[in-house]
């Protein structure tokens, strides 16, 4: 907003979702509410969410990483709404000389793409290591993968 020359009053006749409670956390330190946070923390989630209101016609912004699934726009688009999908972020990718294994003993991904990328740099999550997905669609993502995780609630 700020490199378009707005701040959060452009936002004022806006409804706000979040996808998650961390995500609803960080948009409250820019003085942001949203209005709808799903319990399960997913795009299905969201989905479910806007399922109970009327969304024909609407218009609705998606900020996104570059890389990330089309399943939230996908479903609100089916859902009648006109959905415009922007990427406002890149998933950083790590050098891999950068880390050591032998003191993580537990791996968050947080989307899919954050899974994509760590195979690309690493191949695989070394066996010691307890992985934990934020939600059930990057959980599916590492089963693709071979990645044991589990959801974290």
Known sequence: MNAAGLDTRALASSKIAA???????RLNEFGISADMI???ESSAGLLEKFEQI??????????QAQIASNQLQQGLSEAGADVEAVAVYKTVEIDPGEIDFDYI????????S???AFVKKFTSVPDHIKSYCLGQPTLEEAKKHNIEAEVLS
């Not at 996808?19 to 956390?25: D, L, Q």
């Not at 009327?54 to 900020?63: E, G, S």
């Not at 003993?105 to 899919?112: A, E, M, Q, V």
């Open 114 to 116: 954050t899974i994509t």
């Open 38 to 40: 799903p319990e399960n």
């Open 54 to 63: 009327d969304i024909k016609d609407k218009k609705i912004l998606i900020p």
């Open 105 to 112: 003993d537990k791996i968050l991904f947080t989307s899919g």
């Open 19 to 25: 996808i998650g409670k961390s995500t609803a956390n």
